[in-house]
């Protein structure tokens, strides 16, 4: 795949890291669509608890060619958001009024709230 042919917005860095190097990506999350770049969709089964997803990648980091970057406690989750996407944020938008973000590991809403916060 050409890169210049494709526009990746918005989308996870592990997805486009993997893109762009032609690595194969097994993503395991519900509900989101990475196939559009050629990912396979490993689902958990929620019934058995909110932390299904967790129990799944961490069973399947077990396995060869698989790893768990563990985003609920790893540090580096926040500071990529802290030092990337905030910077990048106050370096394209001259005043920023409001920052709305969804939740997930909390690793964006706590780096980036952070970074804006030290800006005020």
Sequence with gaps: MKQEHYKISNLSPIVKLSYFKEYNVYIQLEYLNFNL???????????IGLDSHVRKAKELSKRKNYIYVNQLENISNLK?????????????????????????????????????????
């Design 37 to 47: 770049l050629g990912a396979k969709i490993i689902t958990s089964n929620h019934k």
């Design 80 to 120: 990529a958001h802290y030092f990337g996407t905030a910077n990048s944020m106050i370096a394209n938008f001259h005043k920023i009024d409001y920052f709305v973000t969804g939740v997930g590991s909390g690793g964006t809403i706590r780096g980036v709230g952070r970074r804006l916060t030290q800006r005020l």
